[in-house]
């Protein structure tokens, strides 16, 4: 016989709203956590919110929590999951090899799925998802967006604070908008570029959504160095989005039909490697085997992709310069390099790009403290907790300003944005240049004015 408190208890379990039965957190991942708390000092929303749950540790219990049935999934808890950068620090942190990045990959999913956010949530989630994984679409905002910079109105918009007044998350969003140039309006890149010289590999390469418009330059600067050091470049017109916002974000279902569409752009292009010069993205690409990994039809097109991505530095340090290198000042150059989370910890390349980097004469390389902690930028974290990523990027700023150096050199788009954004706020004009584009400044013999 039931007593009253066991009717309730019953009552209360069938009303938790939890994980559904579609690849939840797996418990045997969630019990190679230890507890030990060596992640504390290395994520970046603990050390701003210092809460438990706010840790690798805590969201680790609020999984096991819920998978039980013992907890829900509410704002109470979401908002601890939201708060996450996805950063990796902990991966590497651990020294249990926690797999971290596999439980939270199966967890934001199921928050999209049964987790009703509210209307203002849903509203600016529905913006960056419908917007930024589509450059054909960001295309359409080039014009007028440049008419708003052109015009002086984002003077007006910046000085009297009244985005901010209306959204936090759109002034965010308006903070970081990079300046928009004519050239964003140009694709003066072919489907095939010839190698200089003898023809050492044939290579595809990504472009990437906000890259190939508000960073051009950067793209233009990888084909020339890898066709100075005898690669022939392919670029198929076909190319979308990596999948890399929404995959960081739980869209499950965006996220594999883009990578579909990425993996088809390439088939029957006979590539010895598939080149990415944005940290964020490189590190999804060579997920593809695991998003699609329940996929019949392009489980193994998937795994096949995967393990022909390279990022550019990577695959420049494997295969050796072959392009002579000039130096591009005229007295020593003070450099720090600034590593990008999903270069450093997702695909594990730090010593690459400083390798290339001495490799340019008159370059001194120096480090920041805290060189592993997050900027903030964390794909669209800065745009949906801009407190936490104001912070962060603060502090980085700090951090590389610190170091006394002449330049700031950073393998992703997002990075940059945020650090230039802290960097005016601080009244500091110093460059933050991407490593490919020194190299190739390098092997053209182009000057740089300290």
Known sequence: MQTEDTNNNIATLSSING?????????????????????LSTCPS?????????????????????????????????????????CLACVTTCPSGVQYDKLLVATRPQIERNYPRSLPDKLIRQIIFSLFPYPDRLR???????????????????????LKIVSPRLAAM????????????????????????????????????????????????????????????????SQG??????????????????????????????????????????????????????????KEKAQEFASKVKDVQEFLVTV???????????????LVYQDACHLLHGQKISVQPRQLLKQIPQVKLVEP???????????????????????????????????????IASANPGCTLQINKHLKMQGKKIDVIHPIELLDFSIRGIKLQK
């Open 174 to 237: 308006e903070s970081i908008l990079p300046k928009v140039t004519f050239k964003a309006f140009q694709n003066n890149l072919p489907t095939v570029i010839p190698a200089q010289g003898k023809k050492r590999y044939r290579v595809g390469m990504i472009l990437g959504c906000v890259q190939r418009l508000f960073f051009s330059p950067v793209n233009e600067a990888t084909v020339r160095v890898l066709t100075a050091n005898g690669c022939e470049v392919v670029i198929p017109e």
């Open 241 to 298: 989005c990596c999948a890399a916002l929404p995959e960081h974000q739980g869209q499950k279902q965006q996220a594999q039909s883009l990578a579909r569409q990425m993996i088809d752009s390439f088939a029957d292009t006979e590539v010895d490697a598939i080149i990415i010069n944005a940290a964020g993205c490189g590190h999804t690409l060579k997920e593809y085997g695991h998003i699609l990994e329940d996929d019949a039809e392009y």
């Open 140 to 162: 359409f905002l080039l014009a007028p967006l440049l008419v708003y910079q052109k015009l002086g109105l984002q003077k007006i918009v910046r000085a009297t604070n009244l």
């Open 320 to 334: 050796g310069l072959t392009a002579k290198l000039l130096p591009i000042t005229e007295e020593t150059l003070t």
């Open 369 to 407: 403290i805290d060189a592993a902690l997050c900027c903030g930028s964390a794909g669209v974290y800065n745009m949906l907790q801009p407190e936490i990523a104001e912070e962060l990027g603060n502090q980085k700023v700090e951090n590389l300003l610190n170091t006394g150096a002449d330049l």
């Open 46 to 86: 603990y050390r701003v919110i210092g809460k438990e749950m706010d840790s690798p540790r805590g969201r680790i219990y609020l999984m096991d929590a819920i998978n039980k049935g013992e907890i829900s999934l509410n704002e109470a808890t979401v908002e601890h999951f939201d708060s996450c950068l996805g």
């Open 19 to 39: 994980f559904d039965e579609q690849n939840p957190p797996n418990p045997k991942l969630i019990d190679t956590c230890v507890h030990c708390g060596f992640c």
